[in-house]
């Protein structure tokens, strides 16, 4: 398998590249915030629970999350590898994570970080806020908080994949088919 983490903060890009990566790869894509807006828009007890903290910028808790994957994952067991798109975001998340994959025979291959300023990130975001729907990038004091907890929280999974050297960053500014290219080199050097 090759089970590839997209990984970086808010409005870096992640779900536009994702969606190329996935069809030139053939990965399945496992997206959690897309998971989770899905349980939002089913109105499950779980979309619920996760609702309240994404409106406030906050990470849903691990136990839900992982709980989610472990599910996804079991239900694509015919996949030859995953894109994993916003996840994991805190360094509890990729560890149940590499479990997961040595439970299921498998390992991580390659971490992606897309590399975007800050000031950049902002202007994507609040332009994204205008189209996509989604009331977590409409208000610039949700997105600061969100590009807060991914500092905390979600930046040291970086030194992880850092020290188990998996961990590469792309430059994620440019065009997207520039973008796409870094990304494609960095892959195909490992295929
Ligand atoms: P995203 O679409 O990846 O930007 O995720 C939107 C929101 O969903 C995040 O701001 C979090 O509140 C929540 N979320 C998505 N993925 C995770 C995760 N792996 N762990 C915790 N919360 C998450």
């Given at each position: 398998m090759f089970n590839l983490i997209l990984f970086g903060p808010p409005g870096s890009g992640k779900?536009?590249?994702?969606?190329?990566?996935?069809?030139?790869?053939?990965?399945?894509?496992?997206?959690?915030?897309?998971?989770?807006?899905?349980?939002?828009?089913?109105?499950?007890?779980?979309?619920?629970?996760?609702?309240?903290?994404?409106?406030?910028?906050?990470?849903?808790p691990d136990a839900v999350v992982i709980g989610m994957v472990d599910t996804y994952f079991d239900a694509h067991r015919e996949a030859k590898g995953f894109l994993f798109d916003g996840f994991p975001r805190t360094v509890a998340q990729a560890q149940a994570l590499d479990d997961l994959m040595s439970r299921k025979n498998t390992s991580i291959s390659?971490?992606?970080?897309?590399?975007?300023s800050e000031d950049e990130l902002i202007k994507r975001l609040l332009n994204r806020g205008k189209t996509s729907g989604r009331s977590d990038?409409?208000?610039?004091?949700?997105?600061?908080?969100?590009?807060?907890?991914?500092?905390?929280?979600?930046?040291?999974?970086?030194?992880?994949?850092n020290a188990l050297h998996k961990f590469?960053?792309?430059?994620?500014?440019?065009?997207?088919?520039e973008i796409f290219s870094g990304l494609c080199e960095a892959i195909d050097k490992l295929h």
């Open positions: 779900g536009t590249q994702s969606e190329r990566l996935v069809e030139r790869y053939g990965l399945v894509h496992l997206s959690t915030g897309n998971l989770l807006r899905k349980e939002i828009a089913d109105k499950t007890a779980l979309g619920l629970e996760a609702k309240r903290f994404i409106d406030n910028g906050q990470l849903v390659l971490v992606l970080a897309l590399d975007v990038d409409n208000d610039e004091e949700v997105i600061r908080k969100r590009f807060s907890v991914y500092l905390n929280e979600t930046r040291p999974v970086a030194l992880h994949y590469q960053e792309v430059k994620g500014e440019g065009s997207v088919d």
